[in-house]
């Protein structure tokens, strides 16, 4: 007994410490699962316990600090912040990072951003750090390293919402305020928390570039979401009062006095414009307005800091100093007098009806702006604003020309500003800058093109061993019956399905013939979609009907050509036509491929002539191929796999699917689904299928991506 007696006693020796060490570490995972469902009180009371047993345990101390800084409890989470860093100060960014966030917090900034940068040194790529710092700069109005703080973290993640709309903050107080308006837009199409943070942070950028109408739209889509935001309401008084509207700019005002009593980190409102707004109200008179106030509100920026995130969440998610407000930087005086006059499309702009510029046939539009000067002109100060986008950065729908006119000696400069516009569909505004300075008149144009209306026609025949032919046909014409709406491709679009018993030869050539006979606008679409048999006799193309009889191929078969080509070449219209036959390339050849937006699309339709472009499943010596792993015909699942979801046949990704583009998208996919289906011919080989297309318009739209819910 006596040899087991020392082991015994260093097994009842050992007990205690693994008891200890155990407790800690349940104490420790109670505090962070705590501290997850926000019970911050419950975390620092399990955090103590563990410190209790083991008094000095760094990662104790961390857990706790970030439960005191989600209490508002700065100095005890900077205490415990300062025990994390002295147990480990060379591998301790996320520490560093959260007690320049309680630094920030108490308004200590240079502290905060000393923090902030010794967790950059420490861990180069982590993200919430650069945009602490960057918000920590912004406060200290340190605005150029701010935005190459917030440019950082955009480019290690570029998903991140709260850095673009960041930096556009920063970027309005440079006055820079096309890339904030550009930065605002990412952040909206990137995550929806900064929504109204964005549309502020945009509204102000247009008003400074003299977009009222704009800016007043954004302000109001902001206070949608935070109707208690006061700055906002200043910023569409301002607008409000440049507009010469100043009972609303003082009704503004009040909200202002209202709600910024809730808005801890909001200045004083500013009052340039209140004395004179009281008077102009009583009088409602129109006047000058420039002498009055010629500059955006200078506000004191105070941004606020977002609940920190569990300390075992990712680098990424750690808190993030979110600025919430917008400033403006005060701007110098005017040095010399500038004005700006329209020449084109017109001169007076109420000649327009409605004030109005209303387009129909053609989305072009020409631009003509004068512009004079008592000092020489910076010509890289002129910008022409569409839809709050400036047309002369890199756009190539835009033709900009500027010509000096002026005479030096007169001591007056003059300069002609040119540009070719290509609106989208429906309204747009365009403004004109000249650095800080807008011409007097927004040029509103609305776009209606006379509608263009999609008819598809899809026959699919019954029997003769064809399993997926009527499927095809619905298929096919179920993609293309979505293809209509306001603002789309197509304002509306009729399918119809010919399948069973009315697939017979006569019955398909009759169908074809009175649908090609129709009356259609000029403007429309007609798609002919057919999956059957083809077989090729004396070099023309038959396709078979349901009842096919090889000793009867002249009633049981139509031609081509004659039945098919012929008719459709009378109607007065665009159109396509798909057919899935073995042989269906007898006598096709290629063609070639382009881009853009719905305006541009619908141009290019009406422009691109009336005869017929065909997309054939198979070359003239080739069969087109079925099976059951495609649940369709090869050629149709290639068509619904380029069109369906992200609409991978968009290979330059601008939302349309253009004919050429889809005839190469099929092209490639067909013979991928066959290899996958291990399709082979008698020797052993993948059999081969090659689509052949007929294009004699050049490349035109078919299919545009459904908007997404």
């Not at 407790?23 to 501290?35: F, P």
């Not at 419950?42 to 955090?47: I, K, T």
């Not at 340039?272 to 008179?285: G, I, P």
């Not at 792993?629 to 330059?652: C, E, H, K, Y």
Request: charged share 25%.
């Amino acid at each position: 007994m006596k040899k087991f007696l020392p082991l015994l006693i260093s097994i009842i020796l050992t007990i205690p410490t693994l008891l200890c060490a155990q407790t800690v570490e349940t104490y420790l995972r109670s505090a962070i699962d705590k501290q997850g469902s926000g019970d911050n009180k419950g975390a620092v009371e399990d955090c103590n316990k563990a410190l209790s047993i083991d008094p000095a345990n760094a990662y104790v101390f961390n857990v706790r600090g970030l439960a005191n800084y989600n209490l508002g409890l700065y100095d005890d989470a900077i205490a415990d912040y300062n025990r994390t860093i002295a147990a480990n100060k060379t591998n301790n960014a996320i520490a560093y990072n959260y007690r320049g966030a309680c630094q920030y917090a108490k308004n200590n900034l240079l502290n905060a951003k000393n923090d902030f940068t010794a967790a950059i040194h420490l861990a180069p790529k982590y993200v919430s750090a650069y945009n602490n710092r960057g918000n920590a700069n912004v406060r200290m109005e340190q605005y150029q390293q701010a935005v190459a703080d917030f440019t950082t973290a955009i480019a290690l993640d570029p998903t991140d919402a709260v850095a673009y709309n960041n930096r556009a903050f920063a970027e309005d107080q440079l006055r820079h305020f096309t890339e904030a308006i550009a930065d605002c837009e990412m952040a909206l199409k990137l995550g929806a928390k900064v929504a109204a943070g964005a549309f502020r942070n945009r509204g102000f950028a247009r008003i400074g570039l003299g977009m009222y109408d704009l800016g007043i739209e954004d302000c109001n889509r902001s206070l949608s979401l935070d109707f208690q935001y006061a700055r906002t309401y200043q910023y569409r008084g301002y607008a409000y009062f440049k507009q010469g509207k100043y009972d609303l700019a003082l009704k503004d005002e009040e909200s202002v006095n209202e709600y910024e009593k809730q808005n801890d980190d909001m200045a004083k409102p500013f009052e340039d414009y209140h004395d004179e707004a009281v008077r102009l109200s009583k009088t409602m008179r129109p006047t000058n307005t420039t002498a009055i106030a010629n500059n955006m509100p200078t506000v004191t920026n105070t941004p606020t800091v977002t609940p920190a995130a569990p300390v075992n969440a990712p680098a990424k998610d750690i808190p993030i100093a979110v600025q919430k407000t917008i400033a403006q930087a005060e701007s110098s005086p005017t040095k010399a007098l500038v004005l700006l006059n329209w020449s084109k499309p017109t001169d007076d702009f109420r000649s327009l009806p409605d004030g109005i510029l209303t387009l129909h046939d053609n989305n072009l539009v020409n631009i003509r702006i004068k512009a004079s000067s008592t000092a020489p002109f910076d010509t890289t100060k002129f910008h022409l604003y569409v839809n709050g986008r400036d047309y002369q950065n890199g756009n190539k729908m835009t033709v900009v020309s500027m010509k000096d006119i002026g005479k030096p000696s007169s001591k007056k400069y003059e300069y002609v500003y040119e540009a070719k516009v290509n609106v989208a569909q429906g309204k747009s505004t365009i403004i004109f800058n000249y650095g800080d300075t807008p011409i007097d008149d927004t040029l509103k144009v609305l776009y209606a093109p006379t509608d263009i209306n999609l008819h598809v026609l899809a026959i699919g025949t019954h029997g003769q061993g064809l399993k997926y032919a009527e499927k095809d046909a619905k298929d096919f014409a179920d993609l293309f019956s979505k293809q209509k709406g306001e603002h789309r491709l197509f304002h509306d679009a009729h399918a119809e399905v010919l399948q069973g018993d009315e697939t017979n030869a006569h019955a398909m050539s009759k169908k074809i013939s009175e649908w090609s006979s129709k009356t259609y606008g000029e403007r429309d679409v007609l798609i002919l979609f057919i999956s059957s048999h083809g077989l090729v006799d004396k070099g023309s193309l038959l396709l078979t009907g349901s009842d096919f009889d090889a000793t009867q191929t002249a009633f049981t078969t139509i031609n081509f050509k004659d039945n098919i080509l012929t008719p459709l070449e009378g109607a007065n219209c665009k159109k396509f036509i798909f057919i899935d036959a073995c042989h269906s390339g007898e006598g096709l050849s290629g063609g070639k491929a382009v881009e853009q937006d719905v305006a541009t699309e619908i141009n290019k339709m009406v422009n691109s002539g009336n005869s017929v472009t065909i997309i054939s499943s198979s070359s003239s010596s080739e069969q087109s191929w079925e099976d059951e792993s495609w649940g369709n015909g090869v050629f149709t699942r290639a068509i619904r796999d380029g069109l369906q979801d992200d609409m991978p046949a968009d290979t330059d990704h601008d939302g349309f699917v253009k004919i050429n583009e889809l005839y190469e998208y099929i092209k490639t996919r067909i013979a991928k689904l066959i290899e996958l289906a291990g399709k082979k011919d008698l020797n052993g080989n993948l059999v081969v299928q090659t689509p052949r297309i007929l294009n004699a318009r050049g490349d035109v739209s078919i299919f545009q991506q459904p908007p997404k819910n």
